[in-house]
């Protein structure tokens, strides 16, 4: 007799994600994620929310995260995300988010949360000092993800190892309550071209809304003054574009810049040195700034209009929220009832 694998999990594809509402979204959230959100939205079922909850694992003034919460809902719209064919909702909004994380919690090991880098990153020298929903927000990323049996996930270089974690608690919650296949290992989408913007003045460092530079982010809400000004302030070097990437492998603020103008443009980061080689940065950067200019412009005019009107934003919220729960009471139902809660 021979150990068979447990059947996988056979439901509909499903995406999920979200983004923090703490800072100002930048042109790295917008070209690793939000359009890559309108472009999933047309492909699969997506499910796309604020991640409020996550928020306040650190501090946040209560009197600005409802505007927040608005001002990234306002970035998805106006990014391409259709309110009628994608679900986006406020976390918050979804009870059924932290009654799984609490179910999470008691599937998931210490051992596993120890391992979590960004905690470490995030905690510094003083770990004791930060909230246990630091320590546990890959545990509700976990229950943000399976609430709706997400199979994939668009992630960054640096969620990775929280969407590892995810499928550990899924695995373990299958087996340990002998419901194979109940849910599914959410495999990790690739970004592509775009997926990893840096910062302005540093090549090495990723753009951040946390960098307390201005100047190392292009701003959805920034005006085109402000981005041609930036972008002519951008760290580079003296030397000249060359013709290939093998050419730009130790030079990370031009590859970077080179990068931003490919994704900008849909086009490749070798077509793009096509096009200069061997012209120097007092030709691209004016060039690379009419581009950003042009992208981001109709974006920040929308972004604007909407946040002129909150009704609307919280129309689209209020709709999103009820059809998640739609979504993710059933699943949760179904946990409570394999759990053993009373009255499931």
């Known amino acids: 007799m021979t150990d068979q694998a447990p059947p996988a999990y056979s439901g509909p594809r499903r995406v999920l994600s979200g983004v923090q509402p703490s800072g100002a979204l930048h042109l790295g959230n917008y070209l690793g994620a939000l359009v890559k959100f309108a472009r999933l939205q047309h492909e699969v079922e997506t499910f796309i929310f604020v991640a409020d909850m996550h ?12 505007g927040q919460v608005r001002e990234i809902t306002a970035a998805y719209l106006a990014s391409g995300l259709d309110p009628k064919v994608a679900t986006i909702f406020p976390q918050s909004a979804v009870p059924q988010h932290a009654e799984l994380a609490w179910i999470f919690n008691c599937v998931a090991r210490l051992g596993w949360l120890d391992r979590m880098t960004q905690f470490k990153e995030k905690s510094g020298k003083h770990k004791e000092r930060s909230s246990v929903g630091l320590y546990t927000y890959p545990v509700l990323q976990a229950a943000d993800i399976l609430l709706y049996k997400a199979t994939e996930v668009p992630v960054g270089d640096d969620q990775r190892q929280h969407l590892e974690l995810t499928r550990d608690v899924a695995a373990k919650f299958n087996h340990d309550f002998e419901v194979p296949g109940f849910f599914p290992l959410p495999e990790a989408l690739t970004q592509g071209p775009g997926a990893r913007i840096m910062s302005l003045r540093d090549g090495s460092a990723k753009m951040s809304k946390s960098d307390p530079s201005d100047n190392s982010r292009l701003n959805l809400l920034d005006d085109a003054d402000a981005i041609a000004q930036k972008i002519r302030k951008a760290k580079t070097d ?4 060359p013709a290939t990437l093998e050419e730009l492998k130790d030079r990370p603020e031009a590859e970077n810049l080179v990068g931003v103008y490919a994704a900008l443009d849909g086009r490749t980061s070798e077509a793009v ?10 030709a691209f950067k004016p060039r690379l700034a009419d581009l950003a200019v042009a992208k981001l ?12 009107d909150p009704g609307e934003i919280d129309r689209v919220l209020a709709d999103g929220a009820e059809r998640a729960r739609a ?7 179904e946990v409570r009832k394999i759990v053993g809660f009373w009255g499931a």
């Open 327 to 333: 979504a993710a009471a059933p699943i949760l139902a």
């Open 273 to 282: 040195l096509a096009e200069f080689a061997g012209q120097g940065f007092g």
């Open 297 to 308: 412009g109709p974006v920040s005019e929308e972004m604007r209009r909407l946040m002129a």
């Open 55 to 66: 928020a306040i694992t650190v501090w946040q003034d209560p009197k600005l995260l409802a």
């Open 238 to 241: 003296p030397e000249p574009l």
